[in-house]
């Protein structure tokens, strides 16, 4: 099933022209206090939801805009925003 | 002392009929057998910048008004400025007869030497477009001239459409040099069936002027 993505500059496109850049986990943790362990776990460890999960996507061949979208990894589709407008 | 030559990274076979020494760049004005079109022109020597700014609604590159939308263009006094996205608008040169040089402002990039830049004009070369991009130049919604970001022919290219109509179509693409030897063996071969020819700046000037 061919996944089409929507870049917020370019509008919908072959997924192709997109590179995967990893779960959205959140902002950066403070650094005060930080274990070894628990950077690791937010640098390596994913969720791995099967089902809708944010995600970051690069627009390689197009814009070169780093952006956020909905996709269902089960289906491979995008999927608006759980609650949201998008 | 050895004169300072510029050198496009477009190549043509075909034979040069016509050429003028200019700001260092040998630019073919006429080649031999140039054909009813449609045509590659290779513009690489015409001036191009990047401006990038936090506020681009405050600047007004060689006295033009940018346009507020990603995707959107605008074409005046043979400047093209095509608004990338919100940080970041890229300016042609277009005019052979008025040529501009880098403002002197912080926020310029001079591109001209790392990209090359081609216009394909005529009839058919929507036709041409689509054996090697699967972005959609006819889409209704938008209005010429308008700017893609995506892959042509595999590579990363601006691509700007001057005008959708019929015989007097054209847009014109930009890409990194390094992929010159290549785009150009691509779209020749894919607009051998069209009839595309090679074709010398007196073409496109021709052209853009009846926009």
């Known amino acids: 099933m061919a996944l089409t993505i929507t870049c917020p500059i370019c509008g919908k496109r072959n997924g192709y022209e997109f590179k995967f850049g990893g779960e959205e986990k959140g902002p950066r943790p403070d650094e005060k206090d930080l274990t070894p362990e628990a950077w690791c776990d937010y640098v390596h460890m994913n969720k791995c939801v099967a089902g809708v999960q944010q995600e970051w996507w690069f627009h390689k061949d197009g814009c070169g805009s780093w952006f956020p979208i909905y996709r269902d990894t089960t289906t491979n589709l995008e999927k608006p925003e759980p609650g949201g407008q998008k | ?211």
């Open chain 2, 1 to 211: 002392m050895k004169k300072l030559q510029r050198v496009s990274p477009v190549v043509f076979k075909s034979t040069p009929l016509k050429t003028e020494s200019r700001d260092n760049w040998e630019v073919v004005m006429e080649y031999n057998g140039e054909g009813d079109g449609p045509y590659l022109v290779d513009l690489s020597h015409r001036p191009r910048f990047d401006l990038q700014d936090s506020n681009l609604a405050a600047q007004k590159p060689f006295g033009i008004l940018i346009p507020e939308t990603p995707g959107d263009c605008v074409l005046e006094n043979g400047i093209l400025a095509n608004r990338m996205n919100r940080t970041q608008v890229s300016l042609f040169n277009l005019d052979a007869d008025d040529t501009v040089s880098m403002p002197d402002e912080p926020g310029y990039t001079e591109v001209t030497e790392s990209t090359l830049c081609v216009a394909l004009i005529g009839k058919n070369v929507f036709s041409i477009c689509e054996k090697l991009t699967a972005l959609d130049f006819m889409d209704q919604l938008r209005k010429a001239p308008f700017l893609f970001q995506g892959p042509f022919s595999h590579v990363p290219c601006q691509i700007v459409t001057l005008n959708k109509a019929g015989d007097k179509s054209g847009l014109i693409l930009t890409c990194s040099r390094g992929y010159g030897r290549d785009m150009i063996d691509s779209i020749l071969h894919a607009g051998e069936e069209f009839g595309l020819k090679p074709a010398g700046e007196s073409r496109f000037a021709k052209w853009i002027k009846e926009l």
